[in-house]
């Protein structure tokens, strides 16, 4: 069974700092998923990951994935309150035509003034 | 385009009452799903489709039932509400080059 562990689970930044989010996975997989959430709305895509070393970056997010070390990051830079939201990275097995997600329990973050 | 649209986008329903949560997506995809969002515990899979005809449970199943008889329409079908099912459901569906769309969810309360 694969699981997906994210941390931290709550993060509390001020503006203008930098921090990161870690994503584990537990089983061989090529494709990793970021997606962000604000309260009371659905899933927005903001990164897909889909080979071994890839580096993706929007704004002040730059997500990566490591598949040997089945661990990819969201890296956040200079933090801007606009960012507070809830971050789930989410993991789809390789192999065939297996194509399902299975998510971290998200990362809640506030961006402090 | 419409994407994955999902409807209602709220409901109240008492304990065993039974109701259908319905998807449709306009993008020709395959993949779709069922999921249910619980606080803090993020999304988990009730119900997939890989194509009209065929459905498989995820993990969360019991109590849930789904049908696909066409490539745009997976309507989720509660039988018997429990206090248990209270969540936010979200429907998805999968393209070819790897995206997942989601809907705007059904967010559900059983009194």
């Known amino acids: 069974e694969l699981k997906v562990e994210q941390n931290p689970l709550f993060l509390s930044m001020q503006e203008g700092k930098n921090y990161t989010i870690y994503c584990n996975y537990s089983?061989?997989?090529?494709?990793l998923y970021w997606y962000r959430q604000d309260p009371g709305k659905s899933l927005e895509s903001l990164f897909v990951?889909?080979?071994?070393?890839a580096v993706k970056q929007e704004g002040r997010l730059m997500a990566s994935l490591d598949t040997k070390a089945r661990l990819s990051t969201l890296h956040i830079t200079a933090a801007v309150h606009d960012l507070s939201a809830t971050y789930f990275c989410a993991v789809e097995p390789s192999g065939g035509s297996n194509y399902k997600l299975t998510f971290g329990k998200g990362t809640l973050l506030t961006v402090n003034p | 385009n419409a994407g994955v649209t999902q409807t209602p986008k709220f409901r109240i329903l008492k304990i065993g009452q039974s109701m259908t949560l319905q998807c449709t997506q306009d993008?020709?995809?395959?993949?779709m799903y069922w999921y249910r969002q619980d606080p803090g515990m993020g999304l988990k899979l009730i119900y997939y489709?890989?194509?009209?005809?065929?459905?498989d449970k995820g993990e969360v199943p019991n109590g849930y039932n789904v049908s696909r008889s066409t490539t745009e329409d997976f309507p989720l079908r509660l039988e018997l509400a429990a206090p248990s099912q209270t969540s936010v459901y979200f429907c998805?569906?999968?393209?070819?080059?790897?995206?997942?769309?989601f809907g705007s969810g059904t967010r559900l309360t059983v009194v």
């Open positions: 993008m020709n995809h395959n993949y």
């Open positions: 089983t061989t997989s090529d494709r």
């Open positions: 990951l889909l080979s071994n070393g």
């Open positions: 998805a569906s999968r393209s070819g080059n790897y995206g997942y769309t």
């Open positions: 489709s890989v194509g009209a005809g065929i459905t």
